[in-house]
């Protein structure tokens, strides 16, 4: 169709003064305006399944799931080939080379060591108690103690952004809307984010890995996640590192440490007591609850 601002067409003149569209110049402006109206309102009232459709994009789907595959990949082959060099003999055999490059480069030695610890948690290598025992062994428990911790939390983090990125969100939206008793397990732990993680962190028996992988698919939040890791390591790192820091005493006597001072009562003992003090609020809830 042909808009003409005060003027007729051929065809107008020909069919006869009823049939004549004059369309001012304000008159166009405002068709237009409900034209692009009505293209704004079809775009927003797409079916929410096409636009976040997985499969419109799915180069940006592998771009997600790139991280936790190449976590995968590398603690499958690290597991085969790094178990000997990641090992308490290891630590041995290098003691002094280590100690002699600590000596001369300190903050160099303090930042690889930190970069070090972070890239074995973070792709789950084996050999994350040899390198706490290192940190005591190297630095004292402290600043041994925090290096620890600092690195162990950051490579957490990393393992968990990238379980979120690639799986997580998604199963956790899945989890949501399924409904059932393990919406109301996810529903709980979001609830008590704080009590649950710290205590997972403090238990023992928990996989460092496993606390690392399950907040992710549970839809925690990532500042939560990061608070109760860093709070929840230092019992057993202030333990592990300490054991470190007497490894030279070890050595001297060619004698492998103790690592069953952890099953100990007088270290078990109170990392159960602080793990049942993190998970009292939950108790607390769940009583308040049942009172209602």
Request: aromatic share 10%.
């Amino acid at each position: 169709m042909r808009f003409f601002e005060g003027e007729q067409t051929s065809e107008c003149f020909n069919s006869g003064p009823e049939r004549c569209n004059i369309i001012t110049a304000d008159q166009r402006r405002v068709i237009t305006l409900a034209a692009r109206g009505l293209c704004a309102h079809g775009r927003a009232n797409e079916p929410e399944s096409h636009v976040n459709d997985p499969t419109a994009r799915p180069a940006s789907v592998w771009v997600r799931r790139l991280p936790i595959l190449v976590i995968v990949a590398v603690a499958i082959i690290g597991f085969f080939t790094l178990r000997q060099h990641l090992s308490f003999d290891a630590l041995a055999e290098h003691r002094e080379s280590l100690i002699a490059f600590r000596d001369s480069h300190y903050f160099w030695a303090s930042l690889g060591f930190i970069g070090a610890y972070i890239l074995i948690v973070a792709f789950s290598l084996p050999g994350a108690t040899v390198a706490t025992l290192t940190g005591g062994f190297m630095f004292g428990l402290f600043p041994g103690v925090v290096y620890n911790v600092t690195a162990a939390t950051l490579g957490a983090i990393g393992i968990f952004l990238a379980a979120r990125s690639g799986f997580g969100a998604r199963f956790a939206d899945g989890l949501k809307s399924r409904g059932g008793g393990v919406a109301k397990l996810q529903k709980g732990l979001q609830e008590n984010e704080f009590s649950v993680l710290l205590t997972m962190r403090l238990i023992p028996v928990v996989p460092f890995f496993v606390a690392n992988l399950v907040p992710a698919f549970m839809g925690v939040r990532l500042s939560r996640f990061a608070l109760t890791t860093a709070l929840g390591i230092i019992p057993g790192a202030l333990v592990f590192t300490s054991v470190g820091a007497g490894l030279g005493k070890v050595f001297a006597r060619e004698e492998r440490p103790d690592l069953s001072i952890v099953w100990s009562p007088q270290v078990l003992l109170p990392l159960l007591g602080l793990a049942a003090l993190s998970a009292l609020p939950i108790v607390i809830k769940a009583i308040r609850k049942k009172d209602i």
